[in-house]
């Protein structure tokens, strides 16, 4: 579904992604893991519009997608969520996820003056699927709460609430469980599935959490210091030396201090 | 053919005017810009404070005047400029208990801080010509030139004169030294350090025990003293009133964003920038031309690039080329 | 029982004029030990952690650090008393390089911070790499790692951290919770809100479970991991 | 639309300021219907100019400083079109100047296209100089040329190509064409506003702002220099007005047979019926500009704007085109306050272009944008109402407290003194403390947005 | 009776030093004719004051606006920039049918403005300075001269008049350049200015706005030795700044060698202010002429009292001056002539504006002293 060949993004000499090359299956969850600074999220900035990138090329189903700008891609069904939520904070609940669907009749002046009665309709609906998504994240209590006003996980599950407003092909996900609740990431987890299944969406997903990477995701891609160092099954890459040492580590030395109770 | 002539004479039309010219307004620029990268608003009262400054500057000179006190060659008003910064700082401090203060608790946004800092303009433009009037006042003593057009001709015998004022030669000066003690003092000082933790993150600020009341005392202060050299410099050199000051502000803004808005280095730039692009782009060069071409093709137009009716719309097209090109200013500046 | 070093107790307050968020919360951390709480999104576990650190109207409830009231001081003056916070967000200061975040962090104090500094990067290598870049250009886990090393350049009596290990990387957190044991077996206090709970309810001494403001669940950090109703609603199974 | 009690009550005070100014002379009101409605005719226009400056800043977060510009752009649609042409100017040089713009613009077009499709490297880098500086010369040729023509005709007077205004000599039987010339007025400044958005949108905020600013000093230069537009500095007056003359309403016998029936002079009643008629013209646009805007506000278009305002990255990660819409809302906003430019000079009877200070037609404007309330329609015109009403009251108001300071002060007291000598001056101190006072008890406007 | 007369001047803005002068002025002719209670069998005469910010149109026509309709001026002095003097007139003058009469306003477009008969001034218009400064330049044997001028309808209008005329009489105007009042700095125009070069740089400015600083910068640089002052630099502000440094400059501005000049500056003095500030007396000489004529209408309205103000300023009848408000006024009680001389030997022509008397000035000794009349 995408191919990025040999991508590079460098920041004034230094190169947060250098060279890499991926393919992105249609249908899959793929997974993408790497250390901090990784450039994983450098990767998805490139790929998504947000960056030009220094060199290389990207495609979505075979079209050359470059450098094209962010608001082109979601139009050509290519979402992304924030690892830093992003959420327009003097906006409602609602409001956020309602203004997500593109190609809305009364987002034209014209329609927004003179065309009241369609709209309405449109709205109705909107709304209508706003808060089925806003009762699926377990947050319908704050449809009326002004984003801003969010907690740290709150504004994460928004994030994720947005990509289920529109019909994607292709969803990036950074980090959506950074902050979560885990009980409630398993909920998305499914969800995550349940789209992938049943609509047939293609997911990436970045992610520390290796519980939920071993739930949703195959293959997993590993990225450090701006290359793919390994992909496979979540099973192969764990087993894979250089992961061990650059990413997952062997756990915790200081067992021995915990308290014996 | 005489190249001699034709440098003098830029020199003298172009080059000194713009250093000193630069050099009045990167000071203004610099008390903008500390104001904006710290309590985070364009100051619109930026020129009235410099008004302010000077005019008691002014008081003081010429109290020393009356008691017969003097630099010799350098101006008085050098002697009274301590008490000059000290009234400003008591005003600037004033004002940010009065007014500014309970916006910073409301947590305001800055768009808000600016149109009360136009409110303040307008009372300290009051309080300024309650305080010393509205006419032009002239206030320089001392030694006017360090060399004179007229004597640099005769010392020379050149055609072409080449006059340096005490003035222009003090602003150079003090631009300089100020530029590089605020330069130390943001990033090399604890309290200048903390001065940028506190615009950058004003409650992680709070949670590493930097006392914000006192980081915006010391930005008070350091803008008094700023704005009341600036001010004290512009008017010994040219002359001081109360309706030119205010209209000081809008080069003194242009050269602050020009130069990156918060940023010291880029206040500097940006004065020089400003005042070169004011005094080069629409000279005739008519004058120097005249001395470097042969007879035969000596210029009989002016050769203007502009007429200087269109001075400040140049200066202003090549600021914003300048901004296109670098879209945060020279030097890398913030935005909100 | 004798007082816990730091304790918000049966604390209740909220944003501003808004509603309360805190309904009668309490919590607390003894001397050398680690206290982690856990909840659900919006539970009001920043909430708690703030209030403690004075951020917040708390209008009944008090709390008390080694005995000593001071739910009237202001966050500054309990910088000076001591303690030490990584809120959960807004955390680093963006403008500015890592290295002088880590000199803000030691602020407060006057002795040479170079030794601590040196630790911090021990404990985030990368960090020492990233020393001249500015901290708002780091990657999101990089962020994390600045905000921890900030807090710790206080040498805090007591450290207050929220959600440290959002988005750190497998390895990272490891080191980090290895460095939180070390810490906390220095006599230092820690109290830290977490939601990767598994691993943290197994470092924990002492933890709660906060919901809608009040305590749900109270023990230590085995007893809650082995409490069933507490895995499938709040671990993830 | 549900007005809160506390709105209700803004909206009444600000009227009642209005009313008490036309009934009574008590304290610093006049008590003249004529002043009220003067009052009210420039309060209309400021409350327009606030509208469109809160469409840009309110909606969309544009930091727009150059106001000023956009304004006088409309002042100048206004003399263009409603004035009548100058006799002969088109032969003497109109046309060639004509031929000069067009010559220029197609410079500029060539080199795009020339640019375009050559590669680059040294040889479009030079082919690009020599379009440019030929182009520039051919142009001034050209164009000079033309110009030294129109501005030989009668310089005293004239000099300039002068309108559209079919008239000839009796231009001013048709002042309806100062009414086309409004929306004529936001077309130009759509045009010039479209030119910036398109190449200084992408600035942010302060940035922004000084780029609008400077651009608003540039349209401002030309406006001043260009003496074969509309005579620079020399300005243009008599401008044609779409409601009838004092003078023949006075000397109008059933004119001043019904003010007599009114119980009027026909001196009062010639001068209350031109007000009144540009204020009823006046309030039509507004509303429908209200009108227009609050709509739009509420729709899910306004929805995407706010969008937009709050968080740029991802409203585009949202496939919001945030460019354009930047570009759409700067357009529009700038349009309106073109419009209100056009109504000023149409009102002040005259295109005067020294007029036109940032202080007076920017920040002022700012001013009742956030006193009002930024992001909420009314807020702005309400700001409008009661900022220009502050701005014309504070001189009244301003000697009021300096007598009130002075009273019973010897006049040889030295404060008194110097008061008398201030007086005038009061005029900016109190509209700075009034403002102050003002955004003291409600820092976000009167009428916040919700 | 208390016949009310309002004073519109550019209290605030870039004119606002020049102003008191020109209020204390006016107020001075209506001070000596309330005095006298020779006015319509005692009425006194009170100023009331309304600020024109001399640039904001809108402002100063609200201001007017008030000052006829509430506070019921009688008629009006002032306005002081041409700009704002030619707004008031058609949009509150003209509809009200109230007098105006301006001191200052020199524009040459506002002799051909329609005015009801309403408008007048104790100024000459520009077109008139311009023939002037022709011919004192060419009495001199100067032929080249660089201009700059305030970029308004009055320096751009003075500069146009001047060079016409100036070109017309064989000279040559090597640059012509604006400049803006009230900035920063003139270096640019100053550096244009001498690159243009010339015998006599002529500064068709304001003295206390760019002119000065002009001035300033060319003197500073050497670009300059010998200036040229109109009307609106001549003011003993330029013996302060410049001294001795202008030594062999030269000027006009309007005035004669009356005794009118010298005792109205007498009167300022006693009254506590600068009779020789710019427009200071042209402003007494408006007030005192609206008075006059209210006088010989014998009433204090406009529409009646406007036939009445060129019999009064002109000849024939007995020669009024300066502090003699109240011998004109009952000559004229008496249903005698007068012909008010005034101050500045005011003598109205065409529509209504002064003939325009004007002094030769030169600069020697650090002061500039009047050397000859035109
Ligand atoms: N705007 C920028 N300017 C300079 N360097 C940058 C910028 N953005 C990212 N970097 C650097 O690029 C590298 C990759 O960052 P990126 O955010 O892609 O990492 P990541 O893999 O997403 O890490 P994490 O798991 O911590 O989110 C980091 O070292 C970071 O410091
Ligand atoms: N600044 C604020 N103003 C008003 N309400 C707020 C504010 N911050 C948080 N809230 C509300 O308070 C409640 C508790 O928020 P809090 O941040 O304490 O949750 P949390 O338990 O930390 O959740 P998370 O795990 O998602 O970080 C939430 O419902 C949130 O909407
Ligand atoms: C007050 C004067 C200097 C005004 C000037 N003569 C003008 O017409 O604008
Ligand atoms: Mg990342
Ligand atoms: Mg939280």
């Known amino acids: 579904m995408i191919v990025v060949e040999n991508l590079v993004k460098t920041f004034g000499g230094f190169r947060a992604v250098d060279g890499a090359s991926l393919e992105i299956g249609a249908g899959t969850i793929t997974g993408l893991i790497g250390p901090n600074g990784a450039g994983k999220t450098t990767l998805f900035n490139v790929i998504a519009g947000v960056h030009q990138p220094t060199a290389g090329r990207v495609t979505m189903g075979g079209e050359d997608i470059t450098g094209l700008p962010p608001h082109q891609l979601f139009h050509k069904g290519l979402l992304r969520t924030f690892q830093i939520a992003h959420e327009f904070s003097s906006m409602t609940v609602r409001e956020n996820l309602m203004m997500v669907p593109g190609a809305q009749s009364g987002e034209t002046l014209w329609n927004a003056w003179f065309g009241r009665k369609g709209i309405a309709e449109e709205e109705r609906a909107l709304g209508a699927k706003a808060d089925e998504v806003l009762a699926f994240l377990t947050i319908d209590h704050l449809t009326y709460e002004k984003a801003g006003n969010l907690s740290g996980g709150q504004k994460k599950l928004l994030e994720l609430g947005r990509t289920m407003m529109v019909d994607a092909k292709i969803v990036f996900l950074d980090e959506v469980g950074a902050g979560v609740n885990r009980t409630l990431l398993n909920t998305i987890g499914d969800a995550i599935i349940r789209l992938n299944k049943e609509r047939g969406y293609t997911f990436v997903v970045i992610e520390h959490d290796m519980d939920f990477i ?48 | 053919m005489d190249y001699l002539n034709a440098l003098v004479a830029l020199a003298n039309f172009v080059i000194v005017p713009g250093l000193a010219y630069g050099a009045q307004l990167a000071i203004g620029a610099l008390g903008v810009t500390m104001i904006y990268g710290v309590l985070r608003f364009s100051n619109f009262a930026h020129g009235d404070t410099m008004a302010f400054g000077t005019a008691i500057t002014i008081l003081f000179t010429w109290l020393f005047q009356s008691w017969g006190i003097s630099l010799g060659p350098l101006p008085t008003a050098l002697l009274a400029l301590p008490f000059g910064i000290a009234g400003c700082a008591l005003l600037v401090l004033g004002t940010d208990r009065v007014v500014y203060k309970f916006y910073r608790a409301q947590k305001a946004k800055p768009v808000i801080l600016v149109i009360v800092s136009l409110g303040v303009m307008f009372v300290m433009n009051g309080i300024v010509r309650f305080v010393i009037g509205v006419r032009d006042i002239n206030f320089a003593d001392g030694e006017r030139f360090i060399i004179s057009a007229r004597d640099f001709k005769e010392m020379t015998g050149l055609d072409e004169g080449l006059a340096i004022k005490t003035t222009q030669m003090i602003t150079v000066v003090v631009a300089i030294i100020v530029m590089a003690l605020l330069f130390y003092f943001l990033n090399k000082t604890r309290t200048g350090k903390s001065m940028r933790a506190f615009s950058d993150n004003e409650d992680l600020a709070l949670l590493s025990g930097i006392n914000p009341e006192r980081v915006v005392l010391v930005t008070w202060l350091i803008v008094a003293a700023l704005a009341t050299t600036a001010g004290v410099l512009y008017g010994l050199d040219k002359s001081f009133k109360a309706f030119t000051y205010f209209q000081l502000l809008l080069p003194i803004f242009a050269s602050a964003i020009v130069g990156g808005i918060g940023n010291p280095v880029g206040a500097i730039a940006g004065g020089f920038t400003i005042a070169f692009a004011e005094v080069t782009i629409t000279y005739a060069w008519k004058k120097v031309l005249t001395y470097v071409m042969p007879e035969s093709l000596e210029p009989d137009g002016l050769v203007q690039l502009l007429s200087t009716d269109y001075k400040f719309a140049v200066s202003f097209a090549i600021l914003i080329i300048v901004l296109l090109f670098k879209p945060t200013g020279l030097f890398k500046g913030q935005s909100i | 029982m004798s007082e816990p070093f730091l304790i918000g107790d049966t604390m209740t307050g909220g944003y501003g004029k808004g509603p309360d968020i805190l309904h009668g919360c309490t919590i607390a951390v003894e001397k050398g030990e680690i206290a982690v709480i856990v909840g659900p999104n919006g539970a009001g576990k920043s909430t708690a952690m703030k209030a403690v650190f004075g951020m917040l109207n708390v209008h009944s409830g008090s709390v008390r650090l080694d005995g000593e009231d001071i739910t009237a001081l202001s966050p500054q003056d309990r910088v000076i008393k001591g303690m030490g916070f990584v809120p959960q967000v807004r955390n680093i200061f963006g403008s500015m390089t890592v290295e002088e975040n880590l000199e803000m962090g030691a602020f407060i104090r006057n002795d040479d911070i170079k030794q601590t500094m040196e630790q911090v990067y021990e404990l985030f290598p990368i960090l020492r790499d990233k020393r001249n870049q500015a901290a708002g250009e780091l990657s999101g886990g990089q962020r994390q790692q600045v905000a921890v090393g900030r807090a710790l350049m206080t040498q805090p009596k007591v450290l207050m951290l929220d959600e440290p290990t959002a988005g750190v990387s497998p390895i990272v957190m490891d080191e980090l919770f290895d460095r939180i044991i070390e810490v906390a077996r220095t006599g230092i206090p820690i109290l830290m809100v977490e939601q990767n709970a598994r691993q943290a309810l197994e470092i924990a001494d002492k933890a709660y479970v906060l919901v809608q403001g009040t305590n749900a669940h109270t023990g230590t950090g085995k007893e809650l991991l082995a409490n069933p109703e507490v895995r499938a609603s709040f671990l993830g199974g | 639309m549900s007005f809160s009690l506390r709105n209700t009550f803004l909206v009444l005070f600000v009227a009642g300021l209005y009313v008490l100014e036309g009934t009574t002379d008590f304290w610093i009101f006049s008590g003249s219907p004529d002043s009220a409605l003067k009052m009210l005719n420039f309060a209309l226009i400021s409350a327009i100019m606030a509208l469109g400056v809160n469409l840009q800043w309110g909606f969309a977060g544009l930091f727009n400083v ?221 509303i429908a500009l209200l009108w227009l805007a609050q709509r739009a506000l509420s729709s899910p278009w306004g929805r995407m704007m706010r969008a937009i305002r709050d968080n740029e990255t ?83 108001l301003g000697l009021w407290i300096a007598d009130v300071t002075t009273a019973g002060l010897d006049p040889t007291n030295w404060f008194a003194i110097r008061m008398s000598e201030f007086g005038a001056h009061m005029r900016l101190l109190t509209m700075g403390i009034v403002m102050l006072l003002v955004l003291r008890f409600s820092p976000r406007g009167l009428m916040p947005e919700k | 009776e208390d016949v009310k007369i309002g004073v519109i001047l550019g209290f605030t803005g870039p004119l606002e030093s020049i102003t008191p002068a020109m209020a204390a002025g006016a107020e001075l002719a209506m001070a000596e004719v309330s005095e006298s209670g020779a006015l319509l069998d005692g009425s006194t005469v009170t100023a009331v004051r309304a600020d024109s910010t001399c640039i904001d149109a809108g402002a100063a026509t ?63 218009s520009d077109a008139r300075q311009g023939e002037i400064m022709t011919a004192i330049l060419n009495d001199r044997g100067i032929t080249d001269v660089a201009v700059t001028y305030t970029n308004n309808d009055y320096g751009k209008g003075l500069a146009d008049a001047f060079a016409g005329s100036f070109e017309a009489a064989g000279g040559t105007v090597t640059i012509s350049a604006a400049h803006e009042d009230g900035k920063a700095d003139y270096s640019a125009e100053v550096g244009a200015l001498a690159s243009g070069g010339g015998d006599v740089l002529v500064v068709a400015g304001y003295v206390d706005q760019g002119g000065s600083g002009i001035v300033r910068s060319a003197i500073d640089a050497g670009a ?14 330029l013996n302060e700044n410049f001294g001795s440094e202008l030594n062999g400059s030269i000027g006009s501005y309007p005035g004669t060698d009356s005794e009118g000049a010298s005792m109205f500056f007498g009167l300022a003095t006693a009254a506590g202010f600068d009779g020789t500030g710019s427009y200071s007396a042209e402003s007494y000489d408006a007030a005192a002429l609206l008075m006059l004529a209210m006088q010989a209408a014998g009433s204090s309205a406009s529409a009646d009292l406007k036939d009445h103000v060129m019999d009064v300023a002109n000849a024939p009848g007995t020669e009024i001056f300066p502090g003699e408000l109240a011998k004109g006024l009952e000559l004229l009680a008496a249903g005698e002539e007068i012909n008010y001389v005034g101050a500045t030997a005011i003598e109205l022509i065409g529509a209504g504006e002064s003939a325009g008397n004007f002094q030769e000035i030169e600069f020697a000794d650090g002061v500039y002293s009047t050397v000859n009349f035109r």
Not at chain 4, 351 to 377: A, C, D, E, H, K
Request: glycine content about 12%.
């Open chain 5, 62 to 124: 609200t201001a007017a606006e008030r000052l006829i309709t509430s506070e019921g001026v009688s008629a009006i002095m002032g306005a002081d920039c041409s700009g704002v003097t030619g707004a008031i007139l058609s949009n509150v003058a003209l509809p009200n049918g109230t007098v105006m009469i301006s001191p200052s306003a020199t524009s040459p477009g506002l002799s051909e403005v329609e005015d009801n008969g309403l408008f007048f001034r104790t100024s000459p």
């Open chain 4, 66 to 286: 150059g106001i000023m510009g956009f304004v006088a752009l409309g002042g100048l649609a206004a003399v263009l079109i409603s004035m009548p042409p100058t006799e002969g100017a088109m032969a003497a040089g109109g046309w060639r100047v004509l031929l000069g713009l067009v010559m220029g613009a197609a410079t500029i077009v060539l080199t795009v296209l020339v640019r375009a499709k050559m590669p680059a490297g040294t040889a479009r880098v030079l082919a690009t100089i020599i379009l440019l500086v030929g182009g520039f010369f051919l142009f001034r040729w050209v164009f000079d040329g033309g110009v030294e023509g129109i501005e030989a005709i009668n310089p005293a007077l004239f000099g300039n190509i002068g309108g559209l205004n079919f008239g000839g000599e009796n231009y001013k039987d048709y002042g309806w064409m100062a009414i086309v010339a409004w929306p004529v007025g936001g077309l130009f400044a759509a045009a010039a506003a479209w030119v910036i958005g398109k190449t200084a949108l992408g600035l942010r905020s302060d940035y922004l702002a000084i780029a609008t600013l400077g651009i608003a000093e540039i349209i401002l230069a030309v406006i001043k220099n260009e003496d074969w537009l509309s005579r620079g500095v020399k300005n243009v007056t008599g401008l044609p007005r779409p409601v009838p003359y004092e003078i023949d309403l006075q000397n109008d016998p059933g004119f001043t047979e019904k003010a007599a029936s009114w119980g009027l002079d026909p001196m009062t009643a010639s001068t209350l019926y031109v007000k009144i008629g540009y204020s009823l013209l006046f309030t039509v646009f507004l």
């Open chain 1, 214 to 261: 071993e739930r949703l995701c195959d293959p997993v891609i590993c990225m450090a210091e701006g290359k793919v160092l390994a992909e496979g099954t979540l099973a192969e890459i764990k087993a894979n030396e250089q992961v061990i040492e650059a990413y997952l580590g062997t756990g915790l030395k200081n067992k021995d201090k915990l308290a014996k109770t």
């Open chain 4, 314 to 396: 991802a409203a585009e990660a949202m496939g919001k085109d945030v460019t354009a819409r930047h570009l759409q809302i700067f357009i529009l906003g700038s349009a309106i306050c073109g419009i209100a430019g056009a109504m000023m000079v149409t009102i002040d009877g005259q295109l005067t272009p020294t007029t036109y200070q940032p202080l007076r037609f920017t920040f002022l404007i700012w001013v009742m944008v956030i006193v009002g309330g930024s992001g909420n329609n009314f807020g702005a015109v309400l700001g409008g109402f009661l900022v220009w009403w502050l701005w014309v009251m504070v001189e009244p």
């Open chain 5, 224 to 237: 300059f030795d010998t200036f040229y002052f109109p009307d609106g630099m001549v003011g003993t502000k």
